[in-house]
């Protein structure tokens, strides 16, 4: 388990790419976890998005999307390491 974790509805229209291959190949401290359901009703068929521990991360695009979250998975990780 890493200790930053992204987490997608398979409902998202973000899966058109392979996010979980991108991520966890880039980042060896990320666990990506693909739920059914997420409980955000709607938005993953409105936009991209993700919970980056917790916190919401959408784009227009699925590549916007996973810029955002490259973003976040720095930030969780600096924060983690200072």
Do not use: W
Not at 14 to 36: G, N, Q, Y
């Amino acid at each position: 388990m890493g200790i930053v974790v992204v987490e997608i509805c398979d409902g998202n229209t973000i899966k058109t790419i392979d996010i979980e291959e991108i991520l966890e190949e880039e980042f060896p401290e990320v666990a990506v976890i693909m739920s059914e359901c997420l409980n955000f009703c709607g938005l993953c068929a409105v936009r991209p998005y993700a919970l980056v521990n917790n916190k919401r991360v959408f784009g227009k695009t699925p590549e916007e999307c996973l810029d955002k979250i490259r973003i976040a998975i720095k930030e969780e990780l600096q924060a983690f390491y200072n």
